[in-house]
């Protein structure tokens, strides 16, 4: 296994496309593009972007790492079903990372990862507990809070938390849903079917 792998990360968590490929333990290209609709179509082609501008080829890759959320439903699943099928295709390994681990690297010690949500609220996760969702004035008395309005800062922390774990990948990526899904089911009846 090489001490420096090529890893491409990608995350679509948000209301953004982003990106990141490293190299030889450095980050070599990188890409966010602001979108709150269309990330599905602009994946892959910004990670075939990525990976010519660089010089490498989906063969060269030895990891994959995705961001798992929390965040947009739809945008989770993006990314994550992307990341499966390229594992799935290329047989190589995925790690899923979570915003707050990505914050974590990007944060001050003492300060308390958050991600923003809707209706003036947040996602945080106190250490050893499960992360949870509050109002942001709830999660200020927790301490400080960090979050990260940059997008491609955050996905190249995905891509060097990548390189440090993608030995150990067991499980495909799951995504990390903090909060019950806006839609529900209908509630109508369904339609009696008939035997012939």
Same mark, same amino acid.
């Given at each position: 296994m090489p001490s420096d792998p090529t890893i491409l990360a990608f995350d679509t968590s948000a209301a953004h496309c982003a990106a990141a490929l490293l190299l030889g333990g450095e980050i070599v290209a990188s890409r966010a593009e602001a979108m709150s609709r269309?990330?599905? %179509? &602009?994946?892959? *082609?910004?990670?075939? %972007?990525?990976l010519a501008q660089a010089g490498c080829t989906w063969s060269d890759l030895d990891a994959i790492g995705v961001g798992?959320? *929390?965040?947009?439903? $739809?945008?989770? &699943?993006i990314s994550v079903s992307a990341a499966r099928g390229l594992a799935?295709?290329?047989?190589? *390994?995925? #790690?899923? #990372?979570?915003?707050?681990?990505?914050? $974590?690297?990007?944060?001050? %010690?003492n300060q308390l990862p958050c991600i923003a949500a809707p209706r003036d609220q947040v996602y945080v996760q106190v250490p050893g507990s499960?992360?949870?969702?509050?109002?942001?004035?709830?999660? %200020?008395?927790?301490? *400080?809070?960090?979050?990260c309005?940059?997008?491609?800062?955050? #996905?190249?922390?995905?891509? +060097?938390? $990548?390189?440090? +774990?993608?030995?150990? #990948?067991s499980e495909p990526p799951a995504p990390l849903y903090v909060r019950p899904a806006d839609a529900a089911p209908s509630r109508d009846v369904s339609p009696v079917l008939l035997d012939e």
């Open positions: 269309g990330q599905a %179509e &602009r994946l892959m *082609p910004l990670l075939e %972007e990525l798992i959320g *929390p965040g947009n439903f $739809t945008g989770i &699943r799935l295709g290329l047989d190589t *390994p995925v #790690v899923g #990372v979570s915003g707050f681990d990505a914050l $974590t690297k990007l944060s001050d %010690e499960k992360p949870s969702l509050m109002p942001k004035s709830e999660a %200020e008395a927790l301490g *400080p809070l960090f979050s309005q940059d997008p491609e800062k955050q #996905v190249q922390a995905i891509a +060097r938390l $990548t390189a440090e +774990r993608w030995h150990d #990948v």
